[in-house]
């Protein structure tokens, strides 16, 4: 099959690479029809997730077309078109029986935290990912869903973990009616976040990135008000100007650790270069928030190099709340809120790519090149 293939940092090509196969009774072989590129796979792409080894397939976002089946798999068959959750799980573990999916403890033998991953390196498993023709689905009764007949693909793309992502940052906010929500981070994941913070009764919605092509889109997409941090001597007080002196009710950090190691303006006003886990956008949620409020962060980190704010956070009375997303878990409501016309996550796509051409692809996005905001890839 031809599939994406990592060669080192900023290395990638599309090869001729063996299909994978049935490994396990409860697997399925899906046939890729559409991936995508997530920020997060810029940390990799940039060479700053651990064990990230020479071959590996990227991609944790995908659809397509159920193409085998193991012989212990009961409710997809050959020929189903399914949405698969970035989350490899088992679905009987301590953890997934708490409705924990990100957390199975029986798919990663490399982590005591997160569980499996496609396409995320082995340190989340060494799950080849789906961009690619063919991708290998364990736990196949578990985790995918037959895509719904009235569910557009781009859409349930988005779901697997893009918008699921967003929306749960919004609901770990613990948003009561009329609160102030901040979002840290334009890109689709915040975009999502803040479209989703209207819908959990936020009174009002603030992003905060330094790119002016987002911050139009938070307007246009989550009727949000914007502050771009390049343009403001210090963003924290900035956002308490904004809110009475008092600072944010909730605040979510849909940034993470910065993966292109861009310069931003650290809460101290020092310049700094960011490194791999560098809590800059966590910080300034802590310091944003009001005493009293809910910090929540689904933005990804690696190794914390420099230092959290903790004892601010501590003295300050804030709840912390944060987790990769149990994807399914979002499932149900998003349908039912794509199907009222409440959200409409592939208005997020602007760029489209066939698999051929998928380090171009990486290119403009990690670049941000053209408004580039979400990447598909056609496979």
């Known amino acids: 099959m031809k599939a994406m293939t990592y060669r080192g940092p900023?290395?990638?090509?599309?090869?001729?690479?063996?299909?994978?196969?049935?490994?396990?009774?409860?697997?399925?072989?899906?046939?890729?029809?559409l991936a995508a590129i997530c920020g997060s796979d810029l940390h990799l792409y940039h060479g700053m997730m651990p064990d990230t080894r020479i071959g590996h397939t990227f991609g944790h976002e995908f659809i397509g077309?159920?193409?085998?089946?193991?012989?212990?798999?009961?409710?997809?068959?050959?020929?189903?078109?399914?949405?698969?959750?970035?989350?490899?799980?088992?679905?009987?573990?301590?953890f997934c029986a708490r409705g924990l999916f990100s957390n199975c403890h029986n798919v990663n033998p490399n982590a005591t935290a997160?569980?499996?991953?496609?396409?995320?390196?082995?340190?989340?498993?060494?799950?080849?990912?789906?961009?690619?023709?063919?991708?290998?689905?364990?736990?196949?009764?578990?985790?995918?869903?037959?895509?719904?007949?009235?569910?557009?693909?781009?859409?349930?793309?988005?779901?697997?973990?893009?918008?699921?992502?967003?929306?749960?940052?919004?609901?770990?906010?613990?948003?009561v009616e009329g609160d102030t929500a901040v979002v840290f981070g334009a890109g689709p994941v915040g975009l999502a976040a803040a479209h989703s913070a209207w819908l959990m009764g936020a009174g009002r919605v603030v992003v905060v990135d330094h790119l002016d092509y987002r911050l139009d889109k938070a307007r246009s997409y989550a009727h949000a008000e914007t502050v771009n941090f390049g343009q403001v001597n210090d963003i924290v007080r900035t956002l308490k100007k904004m809110t009475g002196g008092l600072g944010a009710d909730v605040a979510i950090d849909a940034v993470g650790a910065e993966a292109d190691g861009h310069v931003l303006q650290h809460v101290t006003s020092?310049?700094?270069?960011?490194?791999?886990?560098?809590?800059?956008?966590?910080?300034?949620?802590?310091d944003g928030v009001r005493k009293g409020g809910t910090v929540s962060v689904v933005g990804a980190y690696g190794p914390l190099f420099s230092a959290v704010k903790f004892g601010d956070a501590?003295?300050?009375?804030l709840t912390l709340r944060m987790n990769q997303t149990p994807v399914t878990r979002q499932w149900p409501r998003l349908i039912e809120h794509i199907r009222a016309g409440f959200v409409s996550p592939r208005d997020?796509?602007?760029?489209?790519?066939?698999?051929?051409?998928?380090?171009?692809?990486y290119h403009v996005f990690s670049a941000k090149l053209d408004g580039c905001i979400k990447t598909v890839v056609n496979v």
Not at 17 to 31: G, L, S, T, Y
Request: hydrophobic letters at 40%.
């Open 10 to 33: 900023y290395k990638m090509r599309v090869e001729e690479k063996q299909e994978p196969r049935i490994e396990h009774p409860q697997d399925a072989i899906v046939k890729v029809e």
């Open 270 to 286: 020092a310049k700094l270069k960011m490194q791999g886990g560098s809590p800059v956008a966590l910080n300034w949620a802590i």
């Open 114 to 175: 997160v569980g499996g991953i496609y396409g995320y390196s082995h340190t989340t498993g060494g799950y080849d990912g789906g961009q690619a023709e063919f991708v290998r689905v364990p736990f196949a009764d578990v985790g995918p869903w037959v895509i719904p007949s009235d569910i557009h693909d781009e859409d349930a793309l988005l779901l697997t973990d893009a918008y699921s992502t967003g929306y749960f940052g919004a609901q770990l906010a613990d948003i």
């Open 314 to 317: 501590m003295n300050k009375g």
């Open 348 to 361: 997020l796509v602007t760029h489209r790519f066939p698999l051929e051409d998928i380090a171009e692809a």
């Open 65 to 94: 077309t159920v193409h085998e089946v193991g012989s212990g798999v009961e409710k997809l068959q050959v020929g189903d078109r399914v949405m698969v959750p970035f989350n490899i799980y088992c679905g009987s573990c301590f």
